[in-house]
């Protein structure tokens, strides 16, 4: 499955969620889809579901426009952030429904879920707790076997057993049954081990897109003296830069250069803290 996402403007009344973006998603893989309040990863999710249309620009699935080719969107199993479910439906009218609508779905996989979640089926939705609501929608995610299953802030309202187990069953699926998972999430350390790739955007602007294993060998913080850490960076690009008393750290895009000097220490940074600090910058690193 091959995401196109070609200068996508999306606009809400005078405010552009999104600006202008142009990127790539390509599956089989597991996508951590990052950025603050408000930095248009719902408005982009959206988008990719069909929900609602750009401003400008295009999404192509497999060079298909969902709007053109609504038998895409049976492929395409967006869980949002609220529980997109029908509140008078049961939770087994909802499974039912589902089932219908998306043709790969694993009816044995959703019976074994809602036991591990314990949910009752014949509770109505809108009964249920947001940890039950958060549930069912993992439980339709996941059995709806879709090429491209998205999961927006799937867990509001579950403690971290449950996460866990969204967690393991996140793994065991993508191996079981690969296919293009895009996680967008705010605990993102506790998710972090799991993303294969990282988007980060910010008030509508794509500013990162790398490997997990890009990102690793290519991010670290420089620590020493400030003169020490300006003589080992040369002209790497600075994510971000901090001086107290002498003593600086300098977070910088190493894109496979080697950094040495007998003086600094090279650190790993966690993703949390680079959605910070490029987000504070706004330094945009893309492809
Ligand atoms: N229906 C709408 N009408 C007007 N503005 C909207 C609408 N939906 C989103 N926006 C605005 O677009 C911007 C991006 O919102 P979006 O929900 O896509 O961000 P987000 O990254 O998903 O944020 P969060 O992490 O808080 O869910 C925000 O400024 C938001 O206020």
Known sequence: MKINVSNVTKSYKHKAALKNISFTMEGPKIIGLLGHNGAGKTTFLNLLSGLISTTSGEILVNGENVFNAPSTLRDICFVAESGNFQEE??????????HFF???WDEELAQELLQ????????????????MVSALGIITGF????????????YIGLDVAARNMFYDLLIEQQTENPRLFILSTHLIDEASELFEEIFILHEGELLLQKTTDEWREHIVAVKGNASDVERAIGDLQVIYQHTFMQEMTAIVFANGQSIEDQNITLESVSLQDMLVYLSKQKVRLGR
Not at 89 to 98: D, E, V
Not at 116 to 123: G, I, M, T
């Open 102 to 104: 998306y043709p790969k």
């Open 143 to 154: 059995a709806s076997c879709t090429a491209i299953t998205i999961f927006d802030e799937p």
């Open 89 to 98: 439906m049961t939770i087994a009218q909802t499974l039912k429904a589902n």
């Open 116 to 131: 591990v979640f314990a949910l009752n089926p014949k509770d109505k939705v809108r009964n249920l707790s947001k940890g």
